[in-house]
């Protein structure tokens, strides 16, 4: 545990200090992980978002197959994040929610899977022999 | 002590790598399940639609069968290339390749029928049978459509499958209604089901 470890809630680290991880450790990576979207179903709307610029609540809970309960705590979660933008307007007189990625909920998922390949690079089984 | 860290060291990395790879499968799983929604570009089809009309026009006033032929053997090749573009534009626009795997899983399912289509119109043209092509093309190309979009939002099977009746109506129906359906199908359904897509479904 050489590394400087970083108090872990945010997601601070950046991609640049992470670039260097074959001096910094596979723990050290995985602590300074973004615990919002680190969340199974946090990390599956956004990375829904980001191929699609636009998913309604229905969509979103098709493709997810989740129920409305656990999508609106988590979609709540990502919009107090700032992650996530979320649109409520009505069609006739049917209600459509509609929900967007932010440019930070974009750079947040970007980090994360650089985060992810980091921490691949850094705990690579081969690595250590 | 000192017979403590190795055990530590030994199972942690394992278990982050693991972790790690899967994680990045889950996000990889949610982008194309959800990548499918959007691959098909509703703003190509509105376009596709337009040319259509024009094509029918033009088919309609044209003299003799070959021309008629040219004609819509020239907007196939347009539409082609109308819905070729605006997909890569699309998947550019959502800013990331792996939508263009949705989209490639589109074509690759509504390939076959439209292969086959391209044979049999070469098969009627040589016979002498052009009158049955209207049928062949609607049918062909509505049930690629049906394939492909079979894991799309629900417009696109849909309209597959609109496009499959139509061609079932032009297989009983007077060849001199060809181009009318034509343009009904190619021309409206695009219209109105690119419509729905660009709308509701990201351009």
């Known amino acids: ?129 | 002590m000192g017979a403590v860290r190795p055990i530590r060291s030994t199972a942690a990395p394992i278990g982050l790598h693991d972790q790690a790879m899967d994680n990045l499968r889950f996000i990889r799983d949610a982008m194309e399940n959800a990548g499918s929604f959007t691959a098909v570009p509703g703003v190509g089809g509105i376009l596709v639609g337009a040319t259509a009309f024009f094509a029918a026009f033009a088919a309609h006033l044209s003299s003799g069968s070959r021309a008629w032929l040219a004609v819509w053997i020239g907007e196939a090749f347009l539409a082609l290339a109308i819905g070729l573009g605006f997909s890569a534009r699309k998947a550019r626009r959502a800013g990331n390749a792996l939508l263009s795997r949705s989209f490639h899983r589109f074509v690759f399912a509504m390939a076959p029928p439209i292969a086959a289509g391209a044979v049999i119109t070469i098969m009627l043209n040589g016979a002498g049978l052009i009158h049955f092509l209207p049928a062949v093309w609607l049918l062909l190309y509505g049930a690629g459509v049906a394939c492909g979009g079979a894991f799309s939002v629900r417009a696109v099977p849909v309209m597959g499958l609109c496009f499959l009746l139509l061609g079932a109506i032009a297989a009983v129906t007077p060849a001199a209604w060809a181009d009318a359906l034509l343009a009904l199908g190619f021309g409206g359904f695009h219209l109105v089901f690119g419509w729905i897509i660009a709308r509701h479904y990201g351009g």
């Open chain 1, 1 to 129: 545990m050489a590394a400087k470890s970083s108090s872990a809630a945010k997601p601070v680290a950046g991609p640049r200090a992470l670039n260097d991880a074959g001096t910094v450790s596979a723990t050290s990576v995985a602590a300074s992980l973004d615990r919002i979207i680190h969340e199974r179903l946090r990390l599956a709307i956004v990375s829904a978002l980001s191929v699609n610029p636009v998913l309604t609540f229905a969509e979103l809970k098709r493709v997810l197959a989740t129920t409305d309960g656990n999508l609106s705590v988590h979609s709540r979660k990502l919009e107090d994040a700032g992650y996530i933008a979320v649109e409520k307007k009505f069609e006739g007189r049917v209600p459509r929610t509609e929900y967007r990625l932010t440019g930070a909920g974009r750079a947040a998922l970007e980090r994360y899977l650089t985060h992810m390949e980091a921490l691949i690079r850094a705990s690579r089984p081969d690595k250590k022999a």
